[in-house]
């Protein structure tokens, strides 16, 4: 995740057998949402925006904001890139129902793959 184009972040695989990486075409987006107050289905709401549109979701997590008890922030990580036409008017969206929406990142993924040993 980067605020700025020209910075990267690279990771480094360790273990016993040798991986491939593979870049994908796919992309995946990382925001930070924020409810406006806690309720009864408010993140049922955001979580809407991306269920109609078929948007996958591939990991949510909360966290407290440390204002007040039961006030939490959600990163969500999204199956999909900036460039598509849904994410943008998923995000729109949430912002409509009163949400902060920041994005954090945009970037591409890999696959691996094990390297196979014949016998």
């Known amino acids: 995740m980067q605020d700025h184009q020209n910075n990267h972040t690279r990771f480094v695989l360790v273990g016993h057998e040798p991986i491939i990486v593979k870049p994908t075409e796919a992309r995946k987006t990382t925001i930070l949402v924020t409810l406006p107050e806690d309720f009864p289905g ?54 409509a129902i009163g949400c902060q929406v920041r994005i954090l990142g945009n970037y591409p993924t890999y696959s691996y793959e094990p390297e196979t040993s014949e016998v």
């Not at 996958?56 to 999204?78: A, H, Q, W």
């Open 42 to 95: 408010a993140l049922h709401q955001v979580l809407s925006a991306f269920a109609w549109r078929r948007i996958n979701l591939s990991r949510i997590e909360s966290r407290p904001t440390k204002k007040r008890l039961g006030n939490y922030f959600f990163y969500i990580d999204i199956e999909a890139s900036m460039d598509s036409v849904l994410l943008p008017a998923a995000l729109q969206e949430i912002e």
